[in-house]
């Protein structure tokens, strides 16, 4: 099966810099990768996701990279703020048949420092 | 659209009894629904798949006798925890993915969340 690993676990950034948080994955299948955002309590909120066919995607202050060949893929936050604060977990799934399951990393733990 | 619902969004029981937890997709069908439970500070862990009218598929380790679920509609899918005991404690979270105009076929979209609490 898939086995995404994420790291760093705990990150801290100063606010306006910028935070980057890594994820591989293992099943060369996978071919679709969200990203969540959870607040403490909170459900998990798809921030940004990529597919396979791409190797980068933007969204106003935060871009996902994405290396087929090494298998990894990277969430890049640009000019955080305060509210960026929260647990980041990266995901990965075969998304071809229907049925498959996401596979989630071990979280990072973003702290934005004022 | 794509909003998914929990309830109860918390619950305290006593050691011995069963809660059941109910997860509904509000604005669309889900064909598929997924059972998770978080631990503090942890990843989410996947118990189940469930799809529509059939039984559901049960992870690896994950009591199917003790987690019992039922996806009766393609709106609706139950978690009950029978027997609920203090280790059962923790937060869970169901997720539906599903088709319609607006969604995204492969994305999973996430209930608010149920934390059981087992005294």
């Known amino acids: 099966g898939e086995n995404v690993e994420q790291h760093p676990s705990t990150l801290s950034v100063q606010e306006g810099d910028s935070a980057v948080i890594k994820c591989t994955y293992s099943d060369s299948a996978s071919n679709y990768f969200p990203w969540y955002k959870q607040e403490l309590g909170k459900r998990p909120q798809l921030i940004i996701d990529?597919?396979?066919?791409?190797g980068e995607k933007k969204d106003q202050r935060i871009a996902v990279t994405l290396n087929k060949t090494a298998k990894h893929f990277s969430l890049h936050i640009t000019e955080t703020q305060p509210e960026d604060s929260a647990v980041y977990f990266c995901?990965?799934?075969?998304?071809?048949?229907?049925?498959?399951?996401?596979?989630f990393g071990t979280g990072t733990r973003l702290t934005i420092i004022p | 659209g794509a909003v998914v619902s929990q309830h109860p969004s918390w619950v305290i029981c006593k050691s011995g009894t069963s809660v059941k937890i109910e997860c509904r997709s509000l604005?669309?069908?889900?064909?598929?629904m997924f059972w998770y439970r978080q631990f503090p500070k942890q990843s989410l862990m996947l118990m189940a798949t469930s799809n529509e009218g059939s039984k559901a598929t049960y992870e690896q380790g994950v009591e199917k006798d003790k987690f019992l679920i039922n996806h009766a509609s393609l709106t609706l899918s139950t978690l009950t925890v029978t027997s609920a005991h203090p280790e059962d404690s923790s937060f869970y979270i169901c997720?539906?993915?599903?088709?319609?105009?607006?969604?995204?076929?492969?994305?999973?979209?996430f209930g608010p969340g149920t934390r059981l609490t087992v005294l």
């Open positions: 990529i597919r396979s066919n791409v």
């Open positions: 604005d669309f069908q889900a064909t598929t």
């Open positions: 997720s539906a993915r599903g088709s319609g105009r607006a969604l995204v076929s492969d994305t999973q979209y």
């Open positions: 995901a990965a799934i075969a998304a071809n048949f229907g049925n498959e399951k996401l596979t």
